[in-house]
């Protein structure tokens, strides 16, 4: 089932204010931080938003069928659809957890799990 665009925002925004509080937490924790440590707990704060991000843009996509199949990229002939896949991939925002459909070529023997 799809989240609605509210759903998703909220549940976004949720995230966020747990962020920032994990954020003041180690503020109040770390009585005389320097910038190094300062910077690497922000900068672990906008990993885990960028995450939570871009896994709530691909889930909310959801894991559709295209018809037609996509073209295989060697031979240009149908992919015909396999099954459902689960994958996680590092992606530049951070780790992803990606469930898709994957296609499969019969005459190339080549899998494929958009969106690539």
Partial sequence: MSLTRAEIRAKLLAEAEQAIDDLLDW???TPRPNLTQ???AVLKMRR???EQAAQAV???QG???PVPGPLCPTCQREM???DTKAQTVESR???LRIVRGYYYCETCQQSLF???
């Fill in 114 to 116: 958009p969106p690539g």
């Fill in 38 to 40: 300062i910077e690497n």
């Fill in 58 to 60: 691909i889930e909310a």
């Fill in 80 to 82: 015909h659809y396999k």
């Fill in 27 to 29: 503020t109040d924790q």
């Fill in 93 to 95: 925002v951070g780790q």
């Fill in 63 to 65: 894991a559709q069928r």
């Fill in 48 to 50: 885990q938003l960028s």
